[in-house]
């Protein structure tokens, strides 16, 4: 071994020995010598060393060999065999030990690497990087110590267990709420919701049920009814008393994992966590309201009709002014009273969340199948996000409009909430809570999230943007777009908070003024609500009304909603109509969206014209809203730009500004809206494609590239191979003809829906393959196969039916060029 002295002064030069904890020396950026002390923890995996070894020092044939370990009397190489019986060598004190590589598959002769702009990067020597396997019983920080006194060792350390800085609950039985994260990701990202907020105390959320129990150690501990308890307040309208508290014990406990999973506290190192439960430091989460309208997993509807009605309303001496409610109850029966007490809290701008029922069934359940646009109708996955099934008979119920499922059952546990109280016997439980009545409460909890998210930016939702973007964010488990059994899919929370961030902006927008396109003849229907027409029964003649709008300019997706109630002047189609505003969104691309709304033309009973109602079509208001992923205004590019097989895109709003320099056989687009200005020190090499294009951010899209021909070159074109008449054309879908037989490479539509198409062009024979990847780079379709090719333009078509929606990379290899894009699957 060297002498003790050496090793100081090792710690005293190399800093990666800090994580020993001892105050070290390193040189600052101006050479002068400042301290440091590093905390140490014990939190590394037993009889595990990190060893990172010299070059030189491990044999080529363990380097780039595939075996992952060797022993390392076989892994040294002939540098070091000299050193063989030499004290001082790593080799004689760890003879036959194991050496594992930490990087498996990387293998010095592949080289350096590239970055995405194509300029080379030294690789660091990780191949030199293993993991020693020693006995666990030994002390590792003195071991790694020793070690790294060897001639051969840059360094050694532990085997550290990292955690992430997303802070996932400490909660004791969060490990066990699989629906908020589990291993196969058949969860609801609630760790990556957290990284934005955990529940803002300013947003309400009612929970309409049998009771909480705000005894509970994870829901207030016995505090209720005060300023920071987390069950802020609530009623008993089952016995009619202000103390809404859950006494409903063991399986008939209802209310109280519901509101568990909604927010029961977060980060206290107790039981659950809820999703919008706070963070454990001070931030309590959303409030709760208990709302208690039966007992015994029953419900009353005069009861469920005063608890929809009260906690929506928000008046000085009424009401409690709820943004969400949960609603895990139902039945077959329609109820209009029910019907109507939702239309309050429509009015009054509370997300409604209602559960669909577990009878494996699609008939109309209520109230999760009432208005569409009023309520989010809730079904619930399993452990492998299918449609949940308990057993032959019990099964999440299906279609009807569904718009999302859940977490709620199968096998394992989604929520716990044990009848822990302060007072009392003091017994614990845990049991599985399972069924629609779960999934509804983790939509609910988004929800609470959304709007908190959205009060800690400063702005307003409309109930209808809680559930679009609830909606637009759900994983399509089940592949091919939305279907009766999932809806829009399974809930994504981090994904929905993500969308609520930049690059993604959510901006809302008015017009006024539309077109009829198409009118019923008479009929008799009733108006009802509290609308300019009172209750009664009317002759109308209905008028559909409709106008386009330009989107706002997006760089990749791109989505549109209408908000009705309170925002829009049109209504709806419904019937009996309750004189709410409606707009709707029937078809929309990335540039153009068609919104519609109904006016009526409105007579008595007895035939007296009483006029257009809510207002002529010419003065209807659309009131929608737009969600994609903006460019930014201007852009400044001055790093240079080395020679790719792939084309180099900037794209920006309003101006790019470049002084950089391109090098040879780069391909390179500056996009832009308005200005591109190249300043002193820009400079294209020869053997350069260098282009630039004044559209802005839709050139990221691949929807339209505008070609350069003029009209009359494009009627020379030969499209017959297309079986078309050129001249039958509309001039954008000449343009695209003439992109197809002038450019190598073109996509279209993209993004799509169900089918796309890749074209290329070949001047002669070549061998070609063409693959689709996803995000991970995983092959999901072989198009072309090394196949040979004559010269000439070929078509390929993809059925991506099946895909869930997101991006995609499509590789094209030919003799002459490569070629690699993006494509969107909406």
């Not at 598959?105 to 660091?124: D, L, N, Q, T, W």
């Not at 005063?306 to 895990?328: D, K, W």
């Not at 009054?348 to 069934?361: C, E, I, L, Q």
Request: with cysteine; aromatic share 10%; net charge negative.
């Amino acid at each position: 071994m060297k002498p003790i002295l050496i090793i100081v002064t090792f710690l005293l030069l190399n800093p990666i020995l800090n994580s020993f904890g001892q105050e070290v020396q390193r040189l600052d950026e101006l050479g002068n010598f400042i301290s440091t002390k590093n905390k140490i923890t014990d939190d590394y995996v037993p009889g595990e060393v990190i060893v990172k070894f010299k070059k030189g020092t491990l044999s080529d044939t363990f380097l780039e060999g595939n075996e992952v370990s060797m022993k390392s009397n076989d892994a040294k190489s002939a540098v070091v065999k000299s050193k063989q019986n030499d004290p001082n060598s790593f080799f004689t004190h760890f003879t036959n030990a194991n050496l594992r590589k930490v990087v498996t598959k990387y293998k010095p002769s592949y080289g350096v690497s590239k970055s995405r702009k194509g300029s080379e990067v030294e690789v660091f020597d990780f191949e030199n990087l293993t993991v020693l396997e020693v006995d666990s019983k030994l002390d590792i920080l003195s071991l790694c110590e020793q070690i790294s006194a060897y001639d051969e060792i840059e360094y050694a350390e532990p085997n550290y267990i990292l955690t992430t800085d997303d802070i996932p609950a400490n909660d004791t039985e969060y490990s066990r709420q699989r629906g908020f994260e589990q291993s196969n990701d058949a969860d609801i990202d609630a760790n990556h919701a957290w990284d934005y907020t955990t529940g803002n105390y300013g947003i309400k959320v009612g929970v309409i049920d049998n009771g909480v129990d705000y005894h509970n150690i994870d829901l207030g501990d016995g505090a209720f009814n005060v300023d920071g308890a987390k069950v802020r307040g609530g009623w008993d309208y089952f016995n009619n008393d202000s103390d809404p508290d859950d006494n409903d014990n063991g399986e008939d406990s209802h209310g109280t994992p519901v509101a568990g999973i909604i927010g029961a506290l977060r980060n206290n190192n107790n039981l659950v966590a809820g999703l919008a439960g706070g963070d454990g430091n001070g931030e309590q989460g959303v409030q709760l309201f208990a709302f208690k309208v039966g007992q015994n997993r029953t419900i009353v509807t005069s009861h469920a009709v005063n608890a929809i009605i009260e906690g929506s309303t928000n008046t000085p001496s009424f009401g409690y002014g709820c943004h969400v409610l949960n609603n895990s109850w139902g039945s077959y029966n329609y109820n209009e009273s029910v019907r109507n007490a939702v239309r309050v809290a429509v009015q009054n701008n509370v997300v409604f969340v209602a559960s669909k029922g577990n009878d494996n069934t699609d008939d109309r359940h209520y109230p999760s199948d009432y208005d569409e646009s009023w309520v989010i109708s809730v079904g619930a996955t399993d452990y492998l996000d299918r449609r949940s099934e308990w057993s032959p008979l019990q099964a999440s119920n299906f279609g009807n409009n569904i718009d999302v499922a859940a977490p709620g059952g199968g096998i394992g546990t989604y929520s716990e909430i044990s009848n822990v109280r302060t007072t009392g016997v003091g017994r614990t439980e845990h049991r599985s809570f399972n069924g629609t009545s779960a999934a509804g409460p983790h939509v609910a909890g988004l929800a609470a999230l959304i709007l908190s998210e959205a009060k800690e930016q400063g702005r307003s939702l409309h109930h209808q943007d809680v559930e679009n973007l609830i909606e637009v964010s759900a994983d399509d488990v089940n592949g091919g777009g939305y279907d009766d059994e999932l809806g829009h899919g399974r809930i994504n929370a981090g994904r929905a908070l993500e969308m609520m961030n930049s690059p993604w902006e959510l901006t809302h927008h008015k017009t006024t003024g539309g077109t009829t396109v198409s009118s019923t003849g008479f009929y008799n229907t009733i108006f009802s609500g509290s609308g300019p027409l009172s209750n009664a029964v009317y002759t109308v003649k209905r008028h559909e009304v409709r106008t386009t709008v330009s989107l706002p300019d997006f760089s990749n997706s791109v989505y549109v909603w209408g908000r009705g109630s309170n925002e829009s002047s049109g209504w709806s189609a419904a019937t009996p109509n309750y004189q709410l505003g409606f707009c709707d969104v029937p078809v929309y691309t990335n540039t153009t969206a068609t919104l519609r709304a109904y006016v009526y033309e409105v007579y008595s009973i007895l035939g007296q014209r009483l006029g257009w109602y809510p207002s002529t079509p010419q003065n209807v208001v659309f009131a929608y809203t737009t969600l994609g992923e903006s460019c930014p205004d201007t852009i400044n590019i001055s790093e240079p730009i080395d020679a790719n097989s792939e084309t180099v895109l900037f794209t920006a709003n309003n101006q790019i500004n470049a002084n950089n320099r391109i090098a040879s056989n780069a391909n390179v687009i500056y996009s832009a809206g308005n200005e591109i200005k190249l300043s002193t020190g820009f400079h294209a090499e020869t053997g350069a494609t260098f282009r630039t294009i004044l559209e802005g951010c839709e050139v990221t899209t691949g929807t339209r590239i505008v070609s350069s021909k003029s009209s009359n070159e494009v009627l020379q074109v030969d499209v017959s191979d297309l079986g078309k008449d050129i001249q039958t054309l509309s001039v954008d879908e000449q343009n695209q003809i003439v992109d197809m037989y002038t450019k190598k490479v073109m996509v279209f539509p993209n993004p799509f829906q169900n089918t796309i198409t890749i074209t290329y062009k070949l001047k002669e024979s070549s061998n070609v393959t063409l693959k689709i990847y996803d995000s991970q780079s995983k092959v999901v379709a072989t198009l072309v196969d090394n196949d040979r090719n004559e010269g000439g333009r070929h078509f390929s078509n993809f059925d991506g039916s099946l895909l869930k929606p997101g991006f995609y990379y499509y590789s094209l290899t030919t003799d002459e060029y490569s070629k690699k894009g993006k494509i969107i699957k909406r």
